[in-house]
């Protein structure tokens, strides 16, 4: 009798477990009756009827990656080449994931395959070459458009790698090389223009420089010459004026000294000898000389 409780007991067990369903966390359960859908269990316990439900289908929900291997596609200038892609979907819907397409990612696979070579068959090679972000948004929008009904959706679509002919990659890196050569050679011309641009600005400011420093310097000994006349005028004045300011003084010291009109008169003479003696161009006789004149000869013959 105890042996048939235990018994009873682990079937019990049994059973219960058998309820039970645990689902992981970003993952959903797909449960079939007799053959036929009818629930869908989500992440935490869940309980079943045992034998009678069963788990048709685990499906992870979380972003998944196919890298696919290269497919031959042909341009609309005739050019075969080689395309690889990535795919990122993620699974919306485990029902329709499950029941709507048999093998979901082989389905996707043609699906690129079939939907990248309608999108390159519309494009010359050197378009394609240029247009990775273009393509990969048609990609989407086309791809994702088709899963909808295997409730698959189409995040994201990359271009890995564009894999044209050999003879196309050879005329390509010529091309490429001649760029190249080209930009070489205009970065090396506009280098010597600027050279030559430079080594004239310096010539120019190097001779405006020059030309100020003469002119400069001529200022300099203008101002220095103009400096020594103003000098030489200023002492040849104050010659004069000392000259003039002692025969005033001598004059005055004749008058004091009570001299008479012809004392007065010889010293005028004399005074104008000395003017005689110099540099001046015009000279004013006065009109009693002829007066002064014989009165100098009187004094000199009373010297004798």
């Avoid at 042996?3 to 007991?9: A, C, D, H, N, R």
């Avoid at 000898?273 to 000279?283: D, F, P, R, S, Y």
Wanted: proline share 4%; glycine share 4%; with cysteine.
């Amino acid at each position: 009798m105890p042996g048939l409780i235990m018994f009873l007991l682990i079937v019990v067990i049994f059973i219960l477990a058998a309820c039970i369903k645990i689902v992981p966390q970003a993952h959903a359960y797909v449960v079939e009756r007799f053959g036929m859908y009818v629930a869908t269990l989500n992440a935490g316990i869940n309980f079943i009827i045992p034998i009678i439900d069963r788990v048709a289908r685990r499906v992870s929900l979380k972003e998944q990656v196919v890298d696919f291997a290269p497919q031959p596609v042909i341009t609309k200038d005739n050019v075969t080449m080689r395309i690889d892609t990535i795919v990122f979907f993620q699974i919306i819907d485990p029902k329709l994931y499950t029941y709507g397409v048999e093998n979901p990612l082989m389905a996707i696979e043609n699906l690129t395959a079939t939907t990248l070579r309608n999108i390159i068959g519309d494009m010359e090679l050197d378009q394609t070459l240029t247009s990775r972000e273009t393509i990969n948004s048609q990609m989407r929008a086309q791809l994702d458009t088709a899963t909808d009904p295997w409730g698959i959706r189409i995040n994201r679509v990359e271009l890995k790698n564009i894999i044209p002919p050999a003879p196309i990659q050879e005329a390509m890196e010529k091309q490429m090389k001649a760029e190249r050569e080209r930009r070489e050679a205009i970065l090396r011309a506009e280098g010597e223009k600027k050279s030559t641009i430079l080594v004239a600005e310096g010539k120019k400011e190097s001779a405006i420089l020059d030309a100020q420093a003469e002119k400069e310097a001529a200022i300099l000994h203008a101002e220095a010459q103009k400096e020594r006349m103003i000098r030489e005028a200023e002492g040849k004045a104050e010659a004069i004026l000392r000259v003039q300011q002692a025969t005033a003084d001598g004059i005055r010291m004749i008058r004091e000294a009570g001299a008479d009109e012809a004392v007065l008169q010889l010293k005028s003479l004399e005074a104008f000898e000395k003017a005689a003696n110099g540099q001046a161009t015009k000279i004013i006789i006065p009109s009693d000389i002829q007066g002064i004149a014989g009165l100098a000869t009187s004094v000199k013959e009373v010297l004798k």
